[in-house]
């Protein structure tokens, strides 16, 4: 399957070690754009600037935790499909995250390279055609305005 | 309680905190074994690609950029390796400085060895939620039991960082003190009420239910410093925190 090139990835952890590996793999092996942020509140900033197919994040970090910044992420860029990576493997966190940040993927530490990028793929697909729902939602909204401005027209006109 | 008695209920307890903390300190372990085992796999597959490139014996442009973008990866796996096997390398020493079963049980010790590897040890508790705040006095080497007193600067930092409930700094200071030397572990956490205060030192004294071994820790760090001839002190305010003083003489009796 070949790679959707103007894919955009942001990665968030306040360990710039995790950070950059997963930086090193998906840049040798994806076409992608990487994004890498150790402090969340930047991260939140960049959102507001770039669009972002998929957000990985980290559980816990200073500043912010996961899941705030999650749903935080989520008021900025709905559409983004949200991942959290982590080495907490804590169950009540778990569903925290995907009740109210609306979790797309849990992953633990330590990951999988070929399921991380899997997951992502799949994100950034999902993404993609949710922005592709939207187009087309709009189109047809469009249309059915014009349609509806037609008609009253004709109306004024002939009645 | 004899000495006996004293150090088999204070070797009990050590195997409790260490308990309770194996489970942060795997996760500290997690962190850079994760970057390391994410960069194994990309060598691996760097490996790959530059065999393919190689398999012909002829480099053309495209591949030669490839080349470039597998370097670059390889240039920026060998800091992340760095950093990973350094942390590791400090966990390692903090928790052998922790627990040492190489050094004699009576030593003389620079007493911040001790309190920094409980510190490092509770990484995982304090990360992202705790400022540890260092005010350390230069300090003579003192005589002493110290993984008895590794336990003590661990059960108080274990309480200090309880006592918060969510973010707030722990300062601890190190001062010379009357032929001796004082620590102080303060929090800025819930404070303990005055009509408590004079049973935080019971042995089964806690506030935090009742699970076997509860209550354990500040008795505990009492009979360790009385051992040591020195004092356990503590002066608190609710709502403002805690401050928890241990003096401790330069010479056992």
């Given at each position: 399957m070949p790679e959707n090139r103007s894919a955009t990835v942001m990665l968030v952890d306040d360990e710039p070690m995790v950070a950059t590996a997963l930086r090193s793999f998906l840049e040798l092996e994806t076409a992608w754009r990487i994004l890498t942020f150790s402090n969340p509140l930047r991260a939140l900033d960049a959102l507001r600037s770039h669009e972002v197919d998929v957000l990985v994040t980290d559980f816990?970090?200073?500043?912010?935790d996961g899941v705030m910044f999650l749903r935080q992420a989520r008021e900025i860029q709905p559409l983004a499909s949200r991942v959290l990576l982590t080495g907490y493997a804590d169950k009540t966190n778990a569903i925290r995250a995907i009740n109210?940040?609306?979790?797309?993927y849990y992953l633990q530490k330590p990951w999988d390279n070929e399921q991380l990028k899997m997951v992502i793929r799949n994100g950034i697909e999902r993404t993609t055609l949710f922005r592709e729902l939207d187009r087309r939602v709009a189109a047809l909204d469009g249309a059915h305005r014009e349609l509806h401005e037609l008609r009253r027209k004709l109306i004024r006109t002939f009645l | 309680m004899s000495d006996d008695r004293l150090t088999e209920v204070v070797n009990a307890a050590r195997l409790a905190t260490l308990g309770t903390l194996v489970a942060g300190v795997a996760h500290e372990l997690n962190t850079p074994l994760g970057a390391i085992n994410s960069n194994h796999d990309v060598l691996r597959r760097a490996l790959g690609r530059l065999q393919n490139i190689l398999a012909d014996d002829v480099v053309d442009e495209t591949e030669l950029a490839e080349v470039r973008r597998i370097v670059r990866a390889l240039d920026d796996i060998m800091v992340v390796n760095d950093l990973a096997v350094d942390r590791l390398n400090q966990l390692v020493s903090s928790l052998r400085s922790f627990g040492?079963?190489?050094?004699?049980?009576r030593d003389f010790v620079d007493i911040h060895e001790g309190i920094e590897s409980a510190i490092a040890i509770l990484g995982h508790e304090l990360k992202g939620r705790i400022e540890v705040v260092r005010d350390y006095g230069d300090l003579p080497v003192i005589e002493c039991f110290p993984n008895e007193l590794n336990q003590v600067f661990m059960n108080l930092l274990v309480n200090a960082s309880q006592a918060i409930a969510d973010r707030g700094t722990i300062t601890v200071r190190t001062r010379g003190a009357e032929n001796g030397i004082a620590v102080e572990i303060e929090d800025d956490g819930n404070g303990i009420a005055p009509e408590n205060l004079d049973r935080?030192?019971?042995?089964?004294?806690?506030?935090?239910?009742?699970?076997?071994?509860?209550?354990?820790g500040l008795a505990i760090a009492r009979q360790i410093v009385d051992r040591h001839t020195g004092r356990i002190t503590v002066r608190s305010t609710p709502g403002v925190g805690t401050a928890f003083t241990v003096w401790l003489p330069v010479r056992l009796g």
């Open positions: 816990m970090m200073p500043g912010l109210e940040a609306g979790l797309y | 040492r079963p190489d050094r004699a049980e935080i030192f019971e042995p089964g004294f806690t506030t935090r239910g009742s699970r076997i071994g509860m209550g354990m």
